[in-house]
Structure formats: structure tokens, C-alpha cells
């Protein structure tokens, strides 16, 4: 069988290797670079950058750690040769891949003429690709505020900001949202005056309100200033400066404006409603398996709105992938006998401020909503020897259980570590695990994982278990 996948992003490239895997005959078309916008602006090179940040932090604080050594300042021209040579080697890798499956990888702007036919542009000239099913994985773009002006040279999105044009002495954050907090961890990091404006009464919004509390006073602690429950009315440009005129008449002068208010699904122009494919807004309509209203076409990722997240576009990719070859292939439809589906509950959700955050499942209140009796246990790493030698001692480990199984319904980590620890937490939810058993589990001493011990040790006395 032949599939065609738009996109090669993490999903797209994801759900063609897949394919590949299983026996198909794979086509995929990418408008510019394998990897998307996560490997070539936005998680890998954001990732990159806040490693340089935490050095420049760090080494303000080394008489904390008995070190005598100046301030670091920013080189950026290593600093973006070093993001750029890391980019360039995980995209020869995905490429690599490609040639390995035996993947044909069509370079152009692609787009929907028919229910199973996509016509890629590139260079002046149209090509036709038919197939007999098509997974869609167009992504998302960076959405931009009608009210602020995008041709301003001075306000910029993510796409400039991991561009690394330069490190402002003053920038203002539009959106308090993980990527508006991530650049402002990386710039006040690197000593820019930061200011942060959030529509909404709290930092993070949708997440915990311990957690939303934790980020926010972190953030302060390095000097960002926060603005909360407003926004900018106007923002304009006089020679050098920015003035942002926030809604209760607030003026902030900064260098640069930064828009990071999220992303939208990148569907505009690319033929699918035309298609027939059914549209909610921006984003494609699917159902449990990722299949659109038209027969044989699938959709994925961002695209498809929900958690915009790439780790959750690579796994829908592989879902959407066996369940396309499964309707034509019956060795893959033995070898998977019921449709694809993602259990989203079991899915972490990371920040990658200072300190970091990693949330999975439910929090209390969501809980309590769903109609669960839910208990709450917070364990702090104030009393941890790892997390007190490594300086950041600051934060805790908050799990969500059901009241008289012990289940686990959640968990929000702030701390050091905690976008690698909360998988700890994720796998016992999917495997169906309960707080009695990551009690019963022996955690090394010293690490940071011991708190998530400490805190399932005191949600089983809650619960009954």
C-alpha cells in the first residue's frame, strides 16, 4: 500500500517511519526541514539556549558554592553555532532515517487537491502524489495578536527569539504561558530586565495553583516582573524603544516585545476543507483513531489541536500510521487487531524553567470535578540531600490519589529534575499503579526521586492503602 504523509514534523516523520516499518510505501512532503518546528525552533533550540542560561545563572551564584569565578557573559556567536550544529546533527539523523526505511522524502509546498492527492510545489513547478491514505501533519504556526504589529523590527515571536538576533537589555514578554516563562527564565538569566504581561489572574494558565504560584515566585526571585490579569492595549515604536501601553494605563519602555501568546493548528490555504475534510475552526476533526471525516485520511499533532506538545505528536503519528496500514494490510491488522488509540491521562507535560516543572494526569480540583474523591499528599525538597547539595532545594513533589484504592490521578513536580522525574509518575499511571507501590519501590539515596517516595508514602496514609 502507499501513504502519504504532509508534514515532517515529529509526528509526520514519526508516523512515515512507521509506515515504512510495517511495509508501506511512504512518501513524505516537508516544505523546508525534517523535524518540524520542535528540532528547528522550538524545543531543541529552546532546550539548547536554557543550558547556556543556567551556566550564565550559576555563575552568578558561585560564592554560594565556595567558587570564585566572574559572572559569565553571552557569546552569540558560539551560542548560536552551538544550537545550530546541535539542530543540524539530529535533522542528518531523522534524514538518515529516512534513507534507512527506504522513505521517499519530497522537499515543497504541499497541499490537499483531492481526498487522497497532494500536490507539492517546489521550485516553480507542481507534482501530483496520490496514494491510499494521507496522514496530515501540517502543525501549527506561532499565533500573532491582531493588536500587536508583527512588521514592528522590534517585536519579535519564538521564531526570532531562538534565532538569537541578540540578548535585549529590556525586553518585555507578551503571554505568561511555558513559552513565554521559558524565554523569560533564559533572558533574565542572562541579565535583561524582563517583564512578563498575562492576560489571565495567574501564570501557567490551567495548571495547579501551587504550581502557578511556585513558577511565578521563582521567576521573581530573578527579577521578572510580572503583570498579571491586563493586557497590552498598544505597542509602538519610537527609534530604539518600545512603549507598551498596558489596559490600565501602565507604560513599560523595553528594547525588544516579545509575542508569546501560542500557537495555532497550520491548516490555512493547505486544501482541506475543500478536501472535505470536517473543520472545528483552525484545527482538523478526528475521531479516537485520528481518522477524519473522509475515508482514509488521518490527521495528527498540532494540527488536530489538544495537548500541542511534540512527544504527543510522535505518538499519535504511530497510531495514526498502523491504523492507516491495518485497513489494507492484514499482517499489520493481526499484528494490532484493535485500533490505535492514546490514553492522553498518562501524558507528562513539561516547563523547563528554573526550577523545572513536569505536570501528568489530574490535579485535585480536577479530580473532585470529575466526580473522583481524590486526597492530596505535597512532599518538599527542602529536606533532600541531593536537591540541597545541588542548590536548588526549592520546590515539591504534589500526587493525586483516589481515596481507598491509592490509584494514582496525578502528579506536579517543581524542582530540580522534574521533567525527568515525573515519568516515574507517568508510568504507574499507565500501568495502573498505586501509591503503595512506588512506596514500595526502593528509590536511591541520594536523589531527587527519593521525595516522590516521601510524597506517595504520605498520599497511601491519606487514601487507606
Known amino acids: 500500500m502507499r501513504i502519504l504523509v504532509l508534514g515532517g514534523g515529529p509526528g509526520g516523520y514519526g508516523a512515515a517511519f512507521e509506515a515504512a516499518r510495517l511495509g508501506a510505501s511512504v512518501t513524505l512532503v516537508e516544505k523546508e ?4 518546528t520542535c528540532l528547528n525552533w522550538g524545543c531543541v533550540p529552546t532546550k539548547t539556549i536554557l543550558r547556556s542560561a543556567r551556566i ?38 531523522i534524514e538518515a532515517s529516512a534513507k534507512r526505511l527506504k522513505v521517499d522524502v519530497v522537499y515543497g509546498e504541499g497541499r490537499l487537491v483531492g481526498p487522497k492527492t497532494v500536490r507539492v510545489t517546489a521550485e516553480g513547478k507542481d507534482a501530483d502524489y496520490e496514494a491510499d491514505a494521507v496522514i496530515l501533519a501540517t502543525g501549527s504556526v506561532v499565533f500573532k495578536l491582531p493588536s500587536i504589529d508583527h512588521t514592528l523590527e522590534r517585536v519579535w515571536t519564538s521564531d526570532e ?56 515566585a521563582a521567576l521573581e526571585a530573578m527579577g521578572v516582573r510580572f503583570y498579571l490579569g491586563t493586557k497590552a492595549d498598544t505597542v509602538e515604536q519610537f527609534g530604539d524603544t518600545m512603549v507598551t501601553t498596558l489596559e490600565d494605563g501602565t507604560m513599560i519602555e523595553t528594547d525588544i516585545v516579545l509575542s508569546a501568546v501560542g500557537r495555532k ?21 478526528v475521531d479516537a483513531h485520528f481518522r477524519t471525516n473522509v475515508p482514509g485520511v488521518y490527521a495528527i499533532g498540532d494540527l488536530i489541536g489538544g495537548m500541542m506538545l511534540a512527544h504527543v505528536a510522535d505518538e499519535e503519528g504511530l497510531c495514526a500510521a498502523r491504523n ?36 501528568v494526569g489530574r490535579t485535585r480540583d480536577g479530580a473532585k470535578e470529575s466526580g473522583l474523591n481524590a486526597v492530596q499528599a505535597v512532599a518538599k525538597y527542602a529536606a533532600n540531600g541531593k536537591a540541597l547539595g545541588e542548590g536548588e532545594a526549592e520546590g515539591f513533589v504534589q500526587l493525586v490519589a483516589e481515596m481507598g484504592t491509592g490509584r494514582i490521578l496525578g502528579a506536579q513536580i517543581v524542582g530540580p529534575h522534574a521533567v525527568e522525574t515525573i515519568h516515574e509518575v507517568a508510568l504507574a499511571m499507565r500501568n495502573g499503579l498505586t501509591v503503595k507501590a512506588i512506596v514500595e519501590t526502593v528509590h536511591a539515596h541520594p536523589t531527587v526521586s527519593e521525595v516522590i517516595k516521601a510524597a506517595a508514602m504520605d498520599a497511601a496514609g491519606k487514601c487507606g492503602v
Do not use: W
Not at 526541514?33 to 518540524?36: E, N, S
Not at 552568578?60 to 566572574?70: C, S, T
Open 161 to 216: 527569539a531562538v534565532s538569537l538576533i541578540g540578548i535585549p537589555d529590556r525586553v518585555l514578554v507578551v503571554g505568561g504561558g511555558v513559552i513565554g516563562l521559558e524565554f523569560a527564565c533564559a533572558y533574565a538569566s542572562f541579565g535583561s530586565e524582563v517583564h512578563v504581561v498575562e492576560l489571565t489572574s495567574a501564570v501557567l494558565p490551567g495548571n495547579d495553583k501551587r504550581v502557578q504560584k511556585a513558577a511565578q
Open 324 to 359: 492507516a496500514v491495518r485497513e489494507f494490510e492484514a499482517a499489520a491488522a493481526t499484528r494490532f487487531p484493535v485500533l490505535e488509540a492514546i490514553d492522553y491521562e498518562a501524558i507528562p507535560a513539561c516547563v523547563y524553567t528554573f526550577p523545572e516543572i513536569g505536570v
Open 33 to 36: 526541514f525534517l523535524g518540524g
Open 56 to 93: 550564565a545563572l550559576d555563575s552568578r551564584k558561585a560564592e554560594e558554592f565556595g567558587l570564585r569565578m566572574d559572572p559569565a557573559t553571552v557569546d552569540i556567536e558560539r551560542l548560536m553555532e552551538r544550537k545550530q550544529s546541535i539542530v543540524s546533527e539530529l535533522r542528518s539523523q
Open 265 to 285: 493548528p497550520n491548516s490555512e490555504g493547505l486544501g482541506f476543507p475543500e478536501a472535505g475534510i470536517e473543520m472545528d475552526r483552525a484545527a482538523v476533526k
